[in-house]
């Protein structure tokens, strides 16, 4: 990483202001108490989890490929897990970049349509985490579990949510219409305001990445997406929940369902204040909405603080990072290396539209 990147430092700075807002309201004996009376047995399951998880992400990606190009799950999860562990380290989340590019030059897919599929996976992630939070709040508004926020907290997340569920249903809606045939002329009649020098070139990438697009050509497989979604979640909110008898977060909460469902809402929150590529590897957004939704819920700031910092860096950083760079170092690589490599230029058309993408002249009105 070049430290005179000015992306990394904003990143930094972001993730240095959401953590000060963390630690507004904290206890330091109290942290200093929690991290002392954990139980960290809890930790190894919970990372085995997240592992799991993992995989179900490879499964959910050999599915988005599949109109490109056949390839083995088990040649995908080491690719997953280097991208993780790029985003994790890169600001502005380039380690989609990174694993798009390695994609490319392990099993000669289009860099630019490998992206796409990246792009619907994290609408998608958008979308199932979306969903837990539309199952799990409402049912604790009715057992009166927010009943300790006050009325402009409530009215903040309600405009917080049908921002959010505005943003990803739009980026849902754009990269479905992008797999209409019709959308090339849209295409062409923007690409006139590019110079002619590099327009073919434009062109030539764009097509590749809406040809990465193609699985979004039927609800079926829109429904198929999202069911795929559902266990990366449902691993990755079990992660939280076992994190959370580490840190005795069940004491707060009056039965093993509430807590589940809070844990649900948890697991929808965090991960969605960190989807903005802002701070570097979420770091700061994830731990404060991690926090406050503990505290809305009845958890104090200083247990919600500390149970953040350990899920998010030690469970969920600092494993993938570790076995992302042994990865690399076995397959002499550098994260340098591939986050600086460009795309190949494919002499072949990208498939798409079912394997008739309609390749228009650059003329096309």
């Known amino acids: 990483m070049n430290i005179n990147n000015w992306r990394l430092w904003l990143g930094i700075g972001i993730s240095v202001l959401f953590l000060l807002l963390l630690a507004y309201n904290v206890d330091l004996n109290e942290i200093a108490t929690s991290l002392a009376e954990a139980n960290y047995l809890y930790a190894v399951p919970a990372i085995g989890l997240y592992f799991v998880a993992v995989y179900f992400r490879s499964i959910r990606w050999r599915f988005l490929l599949s109109p490109l190009a056949t390839v083995p799950v088990n040649r995908l999860y080491p690719v997953v897990v280097i991208g993780y562990m790029a985003n994790n380290l890169m600001p502005a989340r380039l380690g989609e970049l990174v694993r798009s590019y390695y994609l490319e030059r392990r099993e000669n897919v289009s860099g630019s349509s490998a992206l796409a599929t990246i792009a619907i996976e994290r609408v998608y992630d958008g979308v199932t985490l979306l969903a837990f ?30 921002g959010v569920v505005g943003l ?10 992008a797999t209409f045939p019709w959308f090339l002329r849209l295409l062409d009649l923007a690409l006139r305001a590019v110079p002619s020098v590099i327009r073919p070139k434009a062109r030539h990438l764009a097509i590749s990445f809406i040809g990465g697009l193609s699985v979004l050509s039927s609800p079926r497989k829109h ?3 999202f ?23 069940d004491s707060y909460f009056d039965s093993f369902w509430i807590l ?33 939704t503990l505290v809305v819920l009845g ?27 042994v990865l690399l170092w076995k397959q002499n690589l550098s994260l340098r290396g591939l986050a600086d490599a460009p795309p190949k230029a494919s002499a072949e058309s990208p498939r798409g539209y079912g394997g008739r993408l309609p390749i228009a002249s650059e003329d096309t009105p």
């Not at 927010?146 to 009325?151: K, V, W």
């Not at 990803?168 to 219409?177: G, I, K, P």
């Not at 030690?314 to 076995?323: E, H, K």
């Open 227 to 249: 069911a795929l979604s559902l266990p990366v979640w449902l691993l990755e909110g079990a992660m939280y929940f076992l994190i959370s008898y580490s840190f005795g977060i």
């Open 133 to 162: 939070a539309a199952i799990s709040a409402p049912i604790l508004l009715l057992l009166g579990m927010f009943d300790g926020a006050s009325e402009a907290y409530r009215t903040t997340a309600i405009a917080l949510a049908i």
């Open 168 to 177: 990803f249903l739009t980026a849902l809606a754009v990269l479905t219409f």
């Open 223 to 225: 429904l198929a997406v």
């Open 299 to 325: 958890v104090g700031a200083s247990v919600g603080a500390v149970y953040a910092g350990f899920l998010h860096v030690i469970a969920l950083w600092l494993p993938v990072n570790l076995v992302g760079l």
């Open 260 to 292: 589940l469902l809070a844990m649900l809402l948890l697991t929808a929150t965090s991960n969605l204040a960190s989807a903005l590529p802002t701070s570097v590897g979420g770091i700061g957004p994830f731990e404060l909405a991690a926090q406050q």
